[in-house]
C-alpha cells in the first residue's frame, strides 16, 4: 500500500470549514483513499473513501487531485466534537489483500470555539 | 445492535503472565481484526482473520497468538505477557470485500509491569 504524508497538527475554528491534506505521490491506480478518525480514546471511525471522483456524504468531503497524488477531506462546519486524530489511508482495491488498514501518524486537529 | 465489543477495558498484568482479550460483534461481518496501539502512535495490526476458520498475520504478531471462535468472536492472547506490550488492543470488523469500512470496538488498555 502507498504511503501517506499528514501535517501533524492543525487548528481550526468552530463553525469554520476544515481542511485536511494528505499527500500520496506513490498511489497506484487500484489504491483506494479513506479517512478515518479517532476521538481521544476511543476506537477509531470510519468516514470516507474514495478512488478518484470526489465523494461527499454527512460527515464530509473528499477531494482527490487529477494525477490523485494528493486529497484533502474537508469538515464543512466544524464542532468542537471534531476535534480528534485524523488518517488518511491508501489501500490496493483487492479483495485477496483484505481489509486491512495501515494507520500512520495521521493530523491532530483541535477545533477551537 | 452493540456492534464491536471487546472484554476487559482494563487490565494489568505481570511480566509472564498470561491473558485472552475477547471480541465479539454482532454485524453479521465475515472479517475480523486485532490492532494494537502505542501512546502518541497510528494502530498497528496485529492479526486479521478474514473470515470464519482463517487467520493470518499482520504487522506485528510476535507474542502473540489468536483464534477465530466462530462468526461473532476473534480472541487475542498474550502466553507470556511483557512491558513491550503494554498498550491499547483495538479489536475491529467489516464485511468481506474490497472497499468496506472497518468498525472499531472500544479498546482494551492493558499494563504489563
Known amino acids: 500500500d502507498a504511503k501517506t504524508t499528514q501535517p501533524p497538527s492543525m487548528d481550526c475554528a468552530e463553525g469554520r470549514a476544515a481542511n485536511l491534506p494528505c499527500n500520496h505521490s506513490t498511489i497506484s491506480g487500484n489504491e483506494y483513499v479513506y479517512w478515518y478518525r479517532q476521538i481521544h480514546s476511543q476506537g477509531p471511525q470510519y468516514i470516507i473513501h474514495g478512488l478518484k471522483n470526489n465523494e461527499t456524504n454527512e460527515m464530509a468531503s473528499l477531494i482527490i487531485t487529477e494525477d490523485r497524488k494528493s486529497s484533502t477531506l474537508i469538515l464543512p462546519h466544524a464542532t468542537l466534537r471534531d476535534t480528534a486524530v485524523y488518517y488518511c489511508?491508501?489501500?490496493?482495491?483487492?479483495?485477496?489483500?483484505?481489509?486491512?488498514?495501515?494507520f500512520g501518524g495521521g493530523t491532530r486537529v483541535l477545533v477551537k470555539p | 445492535n452493540a456492534g464491536v465489543t471487546q472484554t476487559p477495558k482494563f487490565q494489568v498484568l505481570k511480566t509472564g503472565q498470561s491473558m485472552t482479550l475477547q471480541c465479539a460483534q454482532d454485524?453479521?461481518?465475515?472479517?475480523m481484526y486485532w490492532y494494537r496501539q502505542d501512546p502518541g502512535m497510528g494502530l498497528r495490526l496485529i492479526y486479521y482473520?478474514?473470515?470464519?476458520?482463517?487467520?493470518d498475520k499482520g504487522e506485528v504478531p510476535n507474542g502473540y497468538n489468536v483464534s477465530r471462535l466462530n462468526k461473532r468472536e476473534f480472541s487475542l492472547r498474550l502466553e507470556s505477557a511483557a512491558p513491550s506490550q503494554t498498550s491499547v488492543y483495538f479489536c475491529a470488523s467489516s464485511a468481506r470485500g474490497i472497499i468496506y469500512e472497518q468498525y472499531f470496538g472500544p479498546g482494551t488498555r492493558l499494563t504489563v509491569t
Open positions: 489511508i491508501v489501500r490496493v482495491a483487492q479483495e485477496a489483500a483484505g481489509n486491512k488498514l495501515t
Open positions: 482473520s478474514a473470515s470464519e476458520g482463517t487467520t
Open positions: 454485524m453479521n461481518h465475515n472479517s
